[in-house]
């Protein structure tokens, strides 16, 4: 997997052709433009990768992946089945820096000390379910469709949380933002989409909310938040479980998400919302007790994962892991 330690610190990008990204490589292929496309005129034949100005996408989409043993692999291709839009080859991609940290945290059975310091109680043997696909159901979780059918028109392509995370007691929704920001606007022009929002589930969305619709999805463009505040604590209730929307991004972006969401919702002593970090997960893992080889594989993958060239053509490092690791020697 190509990252800092493999990648040139810049690239240059003249007129009509980029050159590779990696090290040593004198490579050029065509510029892409606009929309990123998988052709061979973009595509190194070196190193066997698809170039734009700002990133690359591997061949193989399996190389952006860390987990490969069968198991892995067979739980991946399932999620195909449920998951409708995918990037995992792209080197800025969320889904790929997402599947391979929570692939890690659940073989590794990290999982349970990380909600328990984000719930301040004991979360016991959680399950995660990717991309809405339940491992124990080999579909869509249920629950997750019965609210898609409850507050959204078309729940075949209704909303698709990252990750969630559910024990006998508790319910997390986790967002994962990496270049991508929170701010999302409703754009539907049918009245009957916002309208079953707001009456769905016997008009659950005044006992969550302390805005209108349009303040928080329109003027405030916080639309996906809304979308999963409203289902995720709906299910949560259903189920009789305490519930959290985790919103996890990079430690030097939305610094104030939290006070800024929640002047719109209801929380109580049951129903949160909470801003982590990938960083804060990576010193999760660095305090871990885990010895064992992948370990030492996810602590290199957080030090040397890159997403991306900005529009100067300079390399950008993904997670500030200095930071983290001068903490833990202090």
């Not at 061979?40 to 399996?62: G, M, R």
């Not at 490969?68 to 692999?73: G, Y």
């Not at 929307?245 to 129903?271: A, Y």
Request: hydrophobic share 35%; proline share 3%.
């Amino acid at each position: 997997m190509l990252g800092l330690k493999e990648l040139k610190s810049t690239i240059n990008v003249k007129g009509t052709t980029v050159e590779c990204p990696v090290k040593g490589c004198r490579e050029k292929v065509a510029r892409q433009r606009k929309s990123f496309k998988r052709q061979e005129k973009f595509k190194c034949p070196e190193h066997n990768i698809y170039i734009s100005p700002s990133t690359f996408e591997y061949s193989n989409k399996l190389d952006n992946i860390l987990w490969k043993e069968k198991v892995d692999l067979d739980l991946f291709a399932c999620l195909k089945k449920v998951k409708r839009e995918s990037r995992i080859g792209r080197d800025n991609s969320e889904d790929a820096i997402t599947w391979n940290v929570f692939r890690f945290l659940e073989n590794n059975r990290l999982l349970s000390g990380l909600l328990t310091e984000l719930n301040k109680s004991f979360v016991k043997s959680p399950e995660i379910i990717y991309w809405s696909y339940s491992q124990p159901e080999q579909d869509v979780w249920s629950p997750l469709q019965e609210a898609r059918k409850e507050f959204e028109t078309r729940p075949r392509k209704g909303s698709e949380p990252d990750i969630i995370m559910k024990s006998d007691s508790a319910l997390f929704f986790v967002e994962a933002k990496l270049t991508a920001s929170n701010n999302t606007v409703f754009e539907s022009r049918n009245p009957k989409v916002q309208k079953k929002y707001e009456i769905g589930g016997d008009g659950w969305y005044k006992r969550v909310f302390r805005s209108n619709f349009g303040t928080i999805a329109i003027s405030e463009k916080k639309y996906e938040l809304l979308r999963f505040w409203l289902i995720g604590s709906w299910i949560a209730e259903r189920l009789q479980s305490d519930f959290c929307l985790v919103n996890l991004v990079l430690s030097e972006r939305e610094k104030d998400i939290e006070k800024i969401f929640r002047r719109h919702i209801k929380e109580n002593q049951r129903r949160k919302f909470a801003r982590i970090t990938w960083e804060d997960i990576y010193a999760h893992i660095l305090n871990s007790n885990s010895l064992n080889r992948d370990k030492d594989t996810m602590k290199r993958y957080f030090e040397n994962k890159t997403f991306g060239y900005d529009r100067n053509g300079k390399l950008q490092k993904a997670f500030s892991c200095e930071q983290v690791t001068e903490l833990e020697e202090e």
